[in-house]
């Protein structure tokens, strides 16, 4: 599967799940040893058209990440170019939901709430038992606040502001110099990157899945160590 990653490659990458394992503690999750040097090695093979496509905050991605990647963090909402450490444009949430969402998490016991700029995420993987009753309560919320989207993950609710996905990241990376002209190429785990996976389709590229799970994808793979195999491989096709 290396193959797929060649020289007119865009290459773009998930991170939680897809470059790492998950953890109850979001914050413990880095990069395996040796992460940092395939990533800019890759970078340099593909003229800099590597960049990581997350739903974390930009900035918490940024800190784990090789600061000359480009990076989309808040499911693409806000974008860092190589180099760059903070963003431009308005990053507060509507304070009303904001303050509906803080209430409805605080109910719970093990239900935690991030806050990644205008995204806010609902976590449940400490509290399985009470998603079923948190997801509802997000989903009536989400029917009454404007402009805003309810979009369901692993153990996550992520309310996003409407027109924000993963695809449309893409779409505006593939504008970028590095990037223009070449077949992008998705490796993702989770529902929120099918849209990266369609517009990567759409564009005459190709999409990665990682785990089980339902998919436009039409390639797999078990798990992120096999990703970083694939990763490895393809430096050695590009040497």
Not at 4 to 23: P, V
Not at 40 to 66: M, N, T
Not at 71 to 91: F, K
Not at 156 to 163: L, S
């Amino acid at each position: 599967m290396g193959r797929l990653i060649t020289r007119d490659t865009a290459l773009f990458l998930d991170f939680d799940g897809t470059l790492t394992g998950f953890s109850d503690d979001p914050d413990s999750v880095r990069l395996p040893p040796g992460g940092f040097a395939v990533l800019e090695r890759l970078a340099e093979k593909l003229g800099g058209a590597v960049a990581l496509v997350s739903g974390r905050d930009v900035r918490d991605l940024a800190s784990r990440v090789p600061t000359c990647l480009w990076r989309a963090g808040n499911h693409g909402d806000l974008v860092l170019a190589p180099e760059a450490n903070e963003p431009d444009g308005d990053t507060s949430p509507p304070p009303a939901l904001l303050a509906e969402l803080k209430e409805l998490t605080a109910a719970h016991d093990g239900v935690r709430l991030e806050e990644k700029a205008r995204v806010l995420t609902i976590h449940t993987r400490m509290a399985r038992d009470a998603s079923g009753d948190v997801i509802a309560k997000a989903e009536a919320i989400a029917a009454r606040t404007e402009g805003y989207k309810l979009q369901l993950g692993k153990d996550v609710a992520e309310f996003k502001p409407e027109g924000v996905d993963k695809g449309r990241a893409i779409e505006r990376l593939m504008k970028e110099g590095a990037f223009a002209g070449r077949k992008p190429l998705f490796f993702g785990d989770d529902a929120t990157d099918e849209d990266g996976f369609i517009v990567c389709l759409h564009r005459g590229g190709s999409a990665v899945k990682i785990g089980e799970g339902k998919t436009l994808a039409p390639h797999r793979l078990p798990d992120h160590h096999a990703v970083w195999d694939v990763l490895k491989e393809a430096l050695h096709d590009l040497a």
